[in-house]
């Protein structure tokens, strides 16, 4: 299985924020849209940071609450590590496990095309390992 395969069933649809929108702002999107993470994008680069609730997190823990009037750049990761909609999904899952972190976008061409959680991953490689389970109990009971 590839990542596209998890998009085609999800969606390619991707909140952004950009880098001069406040926290505060982007609390909000994350708390409307029931999401974890923003990516950060510009005119020119539509993947140059990611603004998750670890971010965030971790910029209040260190500033205080002046964080909330901060600007996204000042909190995002950057660069981002991206995938291509082509990539394994184990590679992907591997990638997001060694490099501790819960999402990243697909990106295609220098274009932007979607983002997978380490959620989307694992729920898609479950139900692949239920489906080749339930293949093999039926073919051991007709054997």
Do not use: W
């Amino acid at each position: 299985m590839r990542v596209e395969d998890i998009l085609r069933e999800k969606g390619t649809n991707v909140a952004t924020t950009s880098p001069d929108a406040n926290i505060s702002s982007a609390l909000a999107m994350l708390r409307d849209r029931g999401i974890g993470a923003l990516v950060v994008s510009t005119a020119t680069n539509p993947v140059s940071g990611i603004l998750s609730e670890r971010d965030i997190v971790r910029a209040f823990a260190a500033r205080g609450s002046s964080v909330l009037t901060e600007s996204v750049d000042t909190s995002m990761t950057s660069p981002v590590v991206s995938c291509a909609p082509e990539e394994l999904l184990t590679d992907a899952m591997a990638t997001m496990t060694t490099k501790r972190f819960r999402h990243i976008p697909v990106v295609e061409a220098g274009k932007l095309v979607g983002i997978v959680s380490i959620g989307d991953l694992v729920k898609h490689r479950l139900d692949e390992l239920e489906q080749e389970t339930s293949s093999l109990r039926a073919y051991i009971a007709t054997a």
